[in-house]
């Protein structure tokens, strides 16, 4: 099995496949994720487009055998864009009764969270390398999920560009159909454009309440970042909504 690459190409299945929601781009790891990467990618990561860098376990019917990946029957949470993976590494760390499955489309972030899951000694985190809504579409079933967590997602500033954000309609419909009922989806982010979207388009899906009146306080459970703390310093307003499966 040889090591994934940034330079994966996600090609279109078929005509009109949905965009990707991130800027895809290539960066030097550094010796020490060099490392991390070639000792726990074969034990804790997976490509979702590239069997030859580490295929995913399938269950018969060709979805993700979420068992054998993590050894064990838990409550799943999805992170989609992990990134440097901190927040993903000190909320399984306080919650180790759930699993906790990172996918990342960017190289050093999926080796830098190899590396804290190493550094923590966490059981509970696999990381998944390429597109995030890909693996939904094609792998999770419905109803498998216990949470969705979208953090700081790329909030494409230009008009021009907002068709490529993550929290539109059809994709929050997307996830809300692999959350339980009774499951959460999480989104936050630092721009009060795409906060004031990622409100409405929340809780105007029909299987979806909103868990408070607007927006809701930073839960305690989802630490502040360092690119979070970045944002906070230059005077970025930082916003959470919290929505339910209903139905």
């Known amino acids: 099995m040889s090591l994934p690459s940034d330079a994966f190409r ?6 009109h496949e949905p965009l990707r929601t991130f800027h895809p781009r290539r960066a030097p790891l550094g010796r020490d994720r060099e490392d991390a990467l070639a000792r726990l990618w074969p034990r804790f990561g997976f490509s979702v487009h590239d069997d030859a860098h580490g295929p995913m376990p399938r269950t018969p019917d060709g979805m993700l055998d979420v068992r054998a990946l993590f050894g064990r029957d838990a409550p799943l949470v999805l992170e989609i864009g992990s990134g440097m993976g901190e927040t ?3 909320m399984a760390a306080v919650d180790r009764g759930r699993d906790y499955l990172a996918l990342e489309a960017h190289l050093p972030g999926v080796a830098n969270l190899l590396g804290l899951v190493e550094e923590l000694g966490l059981t509970n985190v696999r990381v998944g390398h390429g ?20 953090f700081f997602p790329d909030p494409w500033p ?47 899906d029909p299987g979806l309440a909103n868990t408070a009146v607007g927006f809701v306080p930073r839960p305690a459970h989802r630490p502040v970042t360092k690119f979070e703390q970045r944002g906070l310093d230059l005077g970025h307003e930082v916003r959470d909504v919290v929505v339910r499966r209903v139905r």
């Open 10 to 15: 996600h090609v279109a299945s078929r005509p």
């Open 88 to 90: 993903t590494a000190a």
């Open 158 to 204: 230009k008009a021009r560009h907002h068709k490529r954000r993550l929290v539109q309609p059809a994709h929050v419909a997307l996830l809300r159909s692999r959350l339980r009922v009774g499951g959460t989806l999480h989104c936050a982010t630092d721009w009060v454009h795409y906060a004031e979207q990622m409100l409405e388009v929340l809780t105007a």
């Open 131 to 150: 597109d995030a809504l890909d693996l939904v579409r094609r792998a999770l079933p419905e109803g498998s999920l216990d949470a969705v967590h979208v």
